[in-house]
Structure formats: C-alpha cells, structure tokens
C-alpha cells in the first residue's frame, strides 16, 4: 500500500505562507510529479510528506493513517535526495546496507536484500568500490539502491538527477520509470524539469506560489491546460502568447499557440514576420520569427527547413490548435477563432 491523502495542507514560515490550503490524492501505485518553478513550495510539500518539515495545518495520511504528527522513522517512505547522501568511507555494499543495519535486521536477510538491489540497479560489479570511484548516475543508483532495500510504502525523490550531465539524466529517467514499472510502488518525484515530469509520470502536479494550478495526465495538461500558466510550463519550447481584442470590446485577452503547430504557407497568413535566429537541430528546426505589434514567436519547422536569416515568412494555425485565455489568464475553451482577431493579422 502506498496511498497519500493531503487534506487542506499549509505550511508556513513566520508570515510566509509557502503553501496555501492545498488538497491532493495520491494513488497508491501511481508515479505522480510535483513540477514548478524555484520556490513554488514543491519541495517543501515532499519534505512534509516525509516527515522532514512540520505541517502548520491540515492533515496528511498515509493508508488512511494520519501521518501528520508521525516522527519520519515510523512514515514507512524512503526519500532520495539531489546531493545522494553516501557515505564515502563506505564501499557500495555498506552504503546499501546501513539503513537495515541500524533496523538491526539479520545479516542473512541484509545480504539477500543488497543482491537483489544491486541486481536490479545494475550494481553488482561495484558493491566492493566506494562512492568516489563511481560515476554520478552509478552513485545516485546506490542513493536509490539503500531506499529499495527498506521495502518502503512510496519513493520521494527530490530533484536526483539534477546533478547529473545531460546523457546520464536521459538514462537515469529511464532506469526510474524503468523502476518504477518492476515495484509497483508508489513514487513522488520532484523536478522543475518539465520534459521530465511529462516523460516520467502518470500524473504531474503543476505548482505555483504555494498552490496547485492542475493535476492530470501529460497528456491532459499539454492539451486542455486550465490555465495560461500551465499551458506556458508544460511543453518543450514553451507556448508562445499573443495579446488579442475581443470584437465585443471586452477586456484584452490572450491566444496561445504551440511552436509546433504553426505551419508556414505561401500565401498570406495569420501572422507575417521576419525570421530572426534559426537552431537547426537535425531532425527539426527552431525559427525565432519577429512578427510587427507582437514580438517573437518561436516556430517548430522540420529538420530540412529551407528558411534562412532575415526571411518574411507567413504563418498560420489550424483554429483547433489555438487556445485562449481571458485578462485573468484563464483559459476559455468554448471562445472560437471567429471571436478573436489578433491587431497583426486585421
């Protein structure tokens, strides 16, 4: 079992509240990830779970426990941090082995847990070395190898890969997920990453000033964000956003297009600009485009992109693809194309 309950969750330091009343559900099994930019609380919220910060208010429960006043011992979760926390005078075995040292489990049963760890992670022909003779990927695996082996009710993981080259964290997120798959267990997982959060998890929680905007499926907050601040965090470039009038005159809103789904045409377009800056990345090509009475717009193009620096180039969206929001940045999922026109493309 492996269910969290947060019920009306505050935490506060002095006079700054760093979480407001917040209320989540977290499904035992389920891989869920608190995303967000620094300092929108996430990681005090993992600390909380964990035990490690107090709750100024409300409740959490674990199994249908409350946990809220629980010494962290007695919580059932194992956390791995960002700085891997080995220690280095110890060889890989013990590192993986002192939790359940000091729960004073039988030697036995110590050494049937570390092979069963170190089979799973990969570590079998480094039990014997010590941190400082391992990789940054091979050591945060030990950090993750002594949570195994306590067998905990759910994983936290507060941002672990960030310490690590671009490569290893590609290999890293596929070793978690990977992980995750085979224990069936539950996993909080914290990054402000959001290619990570989208590529890891079942759930993604997405944090801002001590509140949770929206949780859904990567799926569900890159196509139906509830909000033009999701729909700005989650995707990889961002949405670009484009001040519009409404024909009624009521207040000034926004449309929000993806870089992937302009297309360049011929023909005279929503918008017309001039192409700025172009990353060429093999098998797909970023054009920044200044567009008059609106600024830059980034353009997803395919890898054999034939624009070049200081093009006037024509773009368009299908009316499908667009989003908009109102002055509040709420997203009005009902308004049509036909109700907005951007100054640009009058």
């Known amino acids: ?22 209320d989540l559900e ?22 909380m779970i964990a035990g490690l910060e107090d709750t100024t208010s409300g409740t959490i429960e674990i199994d249908n426990q409350d946990a809220t006043d629980m010494p962290p011992a007695q919580r059932g979760l194992a956390m791995v941090f960002q700085s891997y926390a080995l220690y280095p005078h110890m060889s890989v075995r013990n590192n993986i082995a002192f939790p359940l040292k000091q729960a ?4 036995a049963i110590i050494e049937q847990k570390i092979e069963k760890a170190a089979k799973m992670l990969n570590l079998t022909d480094y039990l014997d070395r010590k941190p400082g003779q391992l990789s940054g ?31 290893l964290r590609v290999n890293m997120r596929l070793e978690i997920s990977e992980l995750h798959k085979s ?15 989208m590529t890891m998890a079942d759930r993604i929680a997405v944090f801002n ?17 509830v909000n033009q601040f999701v729909a700005g965090f989650i995707g990889s470039p961002k949405m670009n956003f484009i001040s519009v009038d409404t024909k009624a005159g009521d207040p000034t809103c926004s449309l929000g297009v993806r ?87 009058a």
């Open 1 to 22: 079992m492996g269910s969290i309950t947060l019920k009306q969750v505050t935490k506060s330091f002095g006079d700054v509240n760093v979480i407001k009343p917040l």
């Open 26 to 47: 977290i499904r035992d099994g389920e891989f869920i990830v608190f995303v967000g930019p620094s300092g929108c609380g996430k990681s005090t919220l993992l600390r």
């Open 104 to 107: 004073k489990v039988e030697p």
């Open 137 to 167: 990927g091979q050591r945060q695996r030990v950090a993750i190898g002594r949570a195994i082996v306590r067998q905990p009710s759910a994983f936290l993981f507060d941002e672990p890969l960030s310490n690590l080259d671009a490569s």
């Open 183 to 197: 224990l069936d267990t539950t996993m909080i997982y914290v990054t402000h990453d959001q290619v990570e959060a």
């Open 209 to 225: 000033g001590g509140i949770i905007e929206q949780v859904g499926t990567p799926l569900e907050l890159y196509q139906k964000p």
């Open 259 to 345: 870089p992937e789904h302009f297309r360049i045409t011929e023909e005279k377009g929503l918008w017309t600009g001039r192409v700025g800056v172009i990353e060429h990345l093999g098998s797909e090509t970023f054009l920044h485009v200044h567009v008059d009475g609106v600024g830059t717009l980034t353009v997803k193009a395919d890898g054999d992109c034939k624009v070049a620096y200081g093009d006037i180039i024509n773009l368009t969206a299908a009316q499908e693809k667009i989003m908009h929001f109102d002055k509040d940045g709420v997203t009005i999922p009902e308004l049509s194309w036909g109700e907005a026109r951007s100054s640009s493309a």
